[in-house]
């Protein structure tokens, strides 16, 4: 089996009661801890008019997290590109990596991560992004690249510091766009579980060797909960069934405390739609989720690393969660 690797992802939630500098705050600690267990990669997302999430400005965050960091690598899950030039974000993540070398990743998805008038405001002149996605893929490899492969334009200071590309994806659509390209795949399990087998498949199959990869490297991102036992990690995670409730009714609320009352708040269906999700997620103790984590092994085949994801109102059980998680990767890997 591969030797797996283990990382985060952060989409910078407001908790119920606190606010956008408690979320950002929050964000940067989780980070520092994490980097202290010895987690790979912290990565942050990007969301645009989620009164829930304070990731819209994701480069910036990027930066405010390297600077309160030593070693962490810290980067993008994902970049936009429908909402972006590539040219800026060359630049951006070029001056970055300038400041911060070796330490960034630049984590590319096609989706807008936002509702398409929202998107509108954000690229005006950009119809098209998703369908032009490859293409500017293509770009942003360019501007990181040598001086001597690039035309009149160019992303200075991001010449030469070839900044890993990871292609993001919730379909198999990204799965041939990475391995076609020869890029890591990262695949958001953590929402859209529906494809996953398929683009892993696809991915690994179809892959082309290339200056970056020789091998594929598969990225898997899940929703994570581990605690002392089954039935407190479940009861953490109520707080998870609350976040999905709340973006499939619209409602985008902050980050709820857990409950022993799920099935009060929630519909009949959204109560077997909440379970279902959390079947697929890594909950519970750490014998638990090592023997889950196989089974996922078993049928989705082997990956390279992982990238938890934690909804837990409670810092620091959130944060025990991380370490315990640790604990389940450190032991499967022996």
């Not at 092994?297 to 938890?308: N, P, R, S, V």
Request: net charge negative.
């Amino acid at each position: 089996m591969n030797h797996l690797k283990l990382s985060a992802l952060n989409l910078v939630p407001i908790r119920e009661g606190h606010d956008d500098k408690d979320a950002i705050d929050d964000m940067v600690t989780l980070a520092q801890n994490l980097e202290s267990l010895d987690y790979n990669r912290y990565w942050i997302a990007e969301h645009h008019n989620a009164p829930n999430l304070v990731s819209s400005a994701t480069s910036l965050l990027i930066q405010h997290t390297l600077e309160h960091t030593s070693k962490i690598r810290v980067g993008s899950g994902g970049i936009m590109l429908p909402n972006h030039a590539p040219l800026v974000v060359a630049e951006q993540f070029g001056t970055m990596a300038t400041l911060f070398p070796n330490r960034l990743d630049l984590g590319l998805g096609r989706a807008p991560g936002t509702d398409m008038m929202t998107a509108s405001a954000l690229r005006r002149d950009q119809h098209n992004g998703v369908y032009d996605f490859p293409e500017e893929v293509e770009q942003l490899a360019t501007y990181f690249g040598p001086a001597n492969k690039q035309a009149y334009v160019r992303a200075y200071p991001a010449v030469d510091k070839n900044v890993p590309l990871y292609i993001l994806g919730s379909s198999t659509d990204s799965a041939h766009l990475a391995a076609r390209k020869g890029l890591p795949y990262v695949f958001a399990g953590h929402f859209a579980p529906q494809q996953m087998k398929e683009a892993m498949h696809i991915y690994k199959e179809l892959f082309e060797p290339s200056d970056v990869l020789n091998e594929p490297y598969m990225i898997v991102c899940l929703n994570a909960i581990v605690a002392d036992t089954d039935e407190q990690a479940h009861y953490l995670a109520t707080t998870q069934a609350q976040v999905m409730v709340s973006i499939t009714r619209g409602k985008m609320q902050p980050v709820q405390p857990p409950t022993d009352n799920l099935g009060g708040l929630l519909t009949p269906r959204e109560l077997e739609l909440a379970k279902q999700r959390m079947n697929q997620s890594l909950i519970g103790s750490e014998a638990t989720v090592k023997q889950k984590l196989k089974a996922f092994i078993a049928e989705y085949g082997e990956f390279d690393e992982l990238m938890a994801i934690s909804y837990v109102y409670d810092q620091d059980a959130q944060l025990e969660s991380y370490r315990k998680l640790k604990n389940v990767i450190t032991n499967l890997n022996d």
